[in-house]
């Protein structure tokens, strides 16, 4: 059984580095404890091994696929898998108990999906679709709602999906033109088209419910006019039968990864009687809809670390068992030839793509952690759990995203020209990955999100409170005497990116918005790499520490020792880009915001 | 027609930066002009916009499949595509009239390659195979080999192929262990396997020449026991007839991407009746082999160059063509949405992809000339050419195909999810693009080449004519006025990459061998990042002389403008990285020479 992730890295991220035992002391988690946790952790590894990962490369060849009259296509197996799911609680676990839930935390429960995502990241998505349009429903839907869709959806027997991409406007949902007619008769009618409807009509499942942006007859123009209904596939009545409810998926779109993900185009109210369910209030649809986005975001990154994850995995197996070459310093060709991974580069490979997964991983549990915080305290302990995880949503999206797609690249290097081959998983992984850069805003929305968004929000309040996070990890790293070089590079970055902030915003101060956001990438890409920076600290506090103390079996030293290792290398090879990107952001040229374009290409 | 390349850039490199035209005063390349010069570049378009384009899509949609007997199907263009491209001379059209060339030079020639290569990366691969052979035919073999083989290749009727890589050998030639045993018949007897053999043996020519690397027994192992062979697919009789000669496809790798392009499992003497014929003296083979290799290494770097070209032009088209959201100063939704290219964040992928796609061209075309003036000059002056070759081969394979990745991908990602599907060609694009840090020498490989022999060979020369030559494109950049500022910073970073090796240095006096190579790969990425700046800083040179002399007519102002712009780009956004990489490089911490690897992964 090859490897796609590492059981003693989760449970060194749950309950060494980031410490899920202390929600347990909430009262929302009080029935759960460590024991349980890594049990149910466990159950997921085993249903990933049993029925997902042995089907990863047969969803790559058999794609999920169009059946030219209104239906797609998918492998046999992918029922099975969301059945599975659901009767062991994979959709609907994280839900309270009243919602049919085991009331999980989500640090657990994604830690369960990473797993999937490792396993056979073209399932997972169907899976975490459902949970993501029960969770909305639960949280703005009405009871009626609630119990008439949420149910199905956790067993499994419903798909849930997001439907918001329009043709013509992409990801400007403000021209979204998807109508909505008033009736007086409980339900609105819907007509319009929507694209890149990910897990949209197949065949594993029963029924459809289509979490979908529509604009409701003279609504406003732009986002302050967009609602959000419930549109089923089929209607439930009454009695219990389901009425097509008029909701057509017109074909689908082949894509170069993820080809067991079915990627739909929906068409609704052909016949204009498709019937959609308002949720919530009216014209308020994007802000309830930013609650299964943001949750979205999060998952994407995670899955981006999880098949980053499982590419470095199958890429280290590939180095431990490859002999080839020998030691620059070995001159005899007679000398039989050494493992790949006793070369410097192969190794400088790996510890790259290490580093980009573990700590990508690590960044999502972060997030998740952030999650439960919010949803298990009060107050403004609560506002600012809310805050902290607003501001690192986009970053674990882009980092684990963006660099993912090297890492993955470089899993392929370290096979040389078989990397390349249909033969290995690397290079479907190198394609599946792609995908998560454009997944629910693009490297480009994200950016502007963090920079535009996320660092101004009350004054700077979210950026303040990421720093009073890092600097405890600082001042951690100080006292183990070990890391304090690395305090000291961390503190520096962070002094960097608040150079950075000040002098992007001597442009915002000028009302100049155009110059201020135009190189919101490269700032992401900073700020991504001084977060990943402060993940490895953490990461090697943990470590530093049980190994001064002694907490550690003798087994499980060189893994600590490893993760010290690799946030050295990370600081060594990745950290200093960050600076580069802030030589780029201080430069005063204005090199971007061209008008007359067709001068310039 | 969607476009591939620019014909306009095409020409400014030629002509106006790397001045073909000087070529044209030796005697060798007397026979050409201008005007001729282009007419022949124009040709290989048409040939382009005719007969490969147009299957780019379909090559990759139904690719080139072993058939189970010993053949590879290739879709029926191919055929045609060998036959029309030999017809034009596009196979032997570098060779001398003796040979049955046009004596082009090799800037002419891989222009044209360039724009096949732009315009289906898959069929080209097949031609330049068969150049490279019938090269090393011509350099090394005999009159009678070269009567026999060359001919047919040129003719577009045989396939030449190199034979190198063994499944347990991959990329250490040294323990190649397919065997030669002498005969008294003029011939050798070889028994083997060789893969990953590009362009074997397909349906859409005659026959195959392949080249073969081989151990003539009781050799000297090692590199130093190698012969080269040249082995027929059917040996052709005195007669003409063609008789089989034991040389059995026995498989195929299908790939990630380059579909149309055959690879194959090649088995040798499986009925012990396959003849090869030695190329030039025993044990010499992988001498000569490297002329063909390091032919292959630039060609392989202009193809990156190429395709990471194709993949900015349709990502510019589409740029230019989409509507989708507004300025963020633009606050109200009912205004038109702006196109794309309007976006900062879009002008900042679109120049990245620029400033990697044409310097990487401009960098293959220095190459193309350093080699012309190699083969149209002597004695010292020729040896100095070829060292400045030498040194900057391993960088444009590995500049071109590294960061051609990213640029592909920004291609996709300036598309939205659009750029995923396979309904647009930038996913294939980037799917193609990987294999190139594959092909010839992966980039850990390369960088070994640079640092550990080109950048030391004969005490360093190699660097200071290498010097000698971005100085003088500096001294010409000061003299404008307007770019001296760029000229200044591409001296410091030239002091910084001098101050690198000395740091260096110090391991490799101390014969510390492992610990001076360990980083090879970032000094690569820095060297990349200041020989691609020196190429924008000779392009806007160019354009600088040109615009202050008014030497243009009005419509190619924004083109010249154009250049010094995108090197300005090049210089804030890309640059700073080489600093970086030197940061990384100057660390002292030793962190990827790891004897127990099992301790730290």
Not at 158 to 187: F, K, N
Not at 546 to 568: A, Q, R, V, W, Y
Request: aromatic residues 10%; charged residues 20%.
């Amino acid at each position: 059984m090859a490897r796609y992730t590492s059981m003693e890295l989760l449970r060194y991220l749950l309950f060494d580095v980031h410490q899920v035992n202390t929600l347990f002391k909430s009262e929302k988690f009080s029935h759960l404890d460590e024991e349980q946790a890594w049990m149910i952790v466990e159950s997921a590894k085993l249903l990933a091994d049993l029925e997902m990962f042995p089907y990863f490369k047969v969803f790559d060849d058999t794609p999920a696929t169009y059946d030219g009259k209104g239906g797609v296509k998918t492998h046999p197996q992918l029922k099975k898998i969301i059945q599975s799911a659901a009767a062991q609680s994979w959709i609907g676990g994280a839900a309270k108990f009243e919602h049919g839930g085991l009331q999980l935390p989500e640090m657990i429960f994604n830690t369960g999906q990473h797993i999937f995502q490792a396993a056979n990241n073209s399932v997972q998505g169907y899976i975490g679709l459902s949970t993501g349009a029960a969770d909305l429903i639960t949280s703005f839907g009405n009871k009626a709602q609630i119990e008439t869709y949420v149910p199905p959806i956790y067993e499994g027997r419903w798909q849930g999906t997001m439907a918001l991409t329009e043709p013509q406007a992409g990801s400007s949902l403000s021209d979204i033109t998807t109508s909505a007619m008033v009736t007086d008769r409980g339900y609105y009618l819907v007509k319009g088209q929507k694209i890149f409807i990910s897990g949209g009509q197949h065949e594993a499942v029963e029924n459809f419910v289509h979490l979908t942006l529509a604009r409701i007859e003279g609504a406003p123009a732009g986002v302050k006019g967009i609602s959000l209904f419930i549109i089923p596939k089929f209607t439930p009545e009454p009695d219990g039968t389901l009425r097509y409810n008029d909701v057509y998926c017109a074909g689908d779109f082949q894509k170069m990864g993820q080809r067991g993900y079915s990627t739909t185009h929906l068409s609704f109210g052909d016949n204009d009687n498709c019937r959609a369910y308002l949720v919530g209030e009216p014209h308020k649809g994007l802000a309830y809809m930013f609650q299964m986005m943001n949750g979205a975001r999060i998952s994407v990154g995670q899955c981006a670390a999880s098949v980053a994850m499982a590419a470095y995995q199958a890429s280290l197996q590939y180095c431990m068992e490859r002999p080839q070459g020998r030691m620059p310093s070995e001159k005899d060709p007679t000398k039989p030839p050494t493992l790949i991974i006793n070369h410097a580069d192969v190794q400088r490979m790996l510890l790259t793509q290490k580093s980009i997964a573990e700590a990508s991983l690590s960044l999502a549990m972060e997030c998740n952690k952030l999650y439960d915080q919010v949803h298990s305290t009060d107050g403004e302990e609560k506002e600012n759990y809310l805050l902290l995880l607003e501001i690192l949503t986009p970053i674990v999206k882009t980092y684990a995203s963006e660099q993912g797609s090297r890492s993955a690249a470089l899993a392929i290097q370290t096979l040389g020209g078989y990397g390349f081959t249909t033969d290995f998983p690397v290079q479907q992984l190198y394609r599946d990955l792609k995908i998560m850069s454009l997944y629910e805003g693009t490297t480009g929305i994200q950016s502007l999100d963090l920079l535009g968004r996320k660092v101004t929000i009350h004054n700077g309040k979210a950026v303040k409170l990421l720093l009073v996070l890092i600097s405890s990890t600082i001042k951690d790293a100080e006292e183990t005497g070990r890391l304090a070089p690395y305090a000291y590079k961390l503190t520096t970055e962070l002094h960097r990116m608040g150079k950075v902030l000040e002098h992007l915003s001597e442009y915002a101060l000028k009302s100049d918005v155009e110059r201020y956001l135009a190189d919101a990438t490269v700032f992401m890409e900073m700020a991504g790499h001084i977060v990943i920076a402060w993940q490895w600290l953490k990461m090697a506090v943990v470590a530093a520490k049980k190994i001064k103390n002694s907490e550690f079996d003798s087994k499980s030293l060189p893994f600590l020792e490893g993760k010290i290792h690799t946030m050295e290398f990370f600081f060594k090879y990745e950290l200093p880009h960050a600076e580069a990107c802030a030589k780029t952001l201080e430069d005063p040229l204005t090199l971007t915001n061209i008008k007359d374009f067709e001068l310039f290409f």
